[in-house]
């Protein structure tokens, strides 16, 4: 098993930064693929960033050039740096794990809010 806990997400106005982090814990060995994702009231939950254990990462394109994702192997811990924040990024951001033979872990998930 594997749990994953976000952290560093709050209030924040439009065109401040924050960064979210998600510390892994468990059979994190597993662990190939890691993601942030969110849901907004009455979206549908989307992908925001990924990083393989490799360092390869993919983004949203909504996301490409504002938002930062990073991993500390070390650590067991993902970072997401979001830059440049708007309202329609508010949503609960979540943190996703993914082993090579397709388990999948999820976080609890943390909220952003951007307002002013």
């Known amino acids: 098993q594997v749990q994953l806990v976000e952290s560093g997400g709050g209030l924040v106005q439009p065109g401040g930064s924050l960064r979210l982090s998600c510390a892994a814990s468990?059979?994190?060995?597993?662990?190939?693929?890691m993601g942030w994702y969110r849901q907004a009231p009455g979206n549908q939950r989307e992908l925001v960033a990924t990083?393989?254990?490799?360092?390869?990462?993919n983004y949203a394109d909504s996301m490409k050039g504002r938002f930062t994702i990073s991993r500390d192997n070390a650590k067991n811990t993902m970072y997401l740096r979001m830059n440049s924040l708007k309202p329609g990024d508010t949503a609960v951001y979540y943190c996703?794990?993914?082993?090579?033979?397709?388990?999948?872990?999820w976080g609890q998930g943390t909220q952003v809010t951007v307002s002013s």
């Open positions: 468990g059979s994190i060995f597993n662990i190939y693929t």
């Open positions: 990083i393989t254990t490799g360092g390869s990462t």
């Open positions: 996703n794990g993914q082993t090579a033979t397709g388990d999948e872990y």
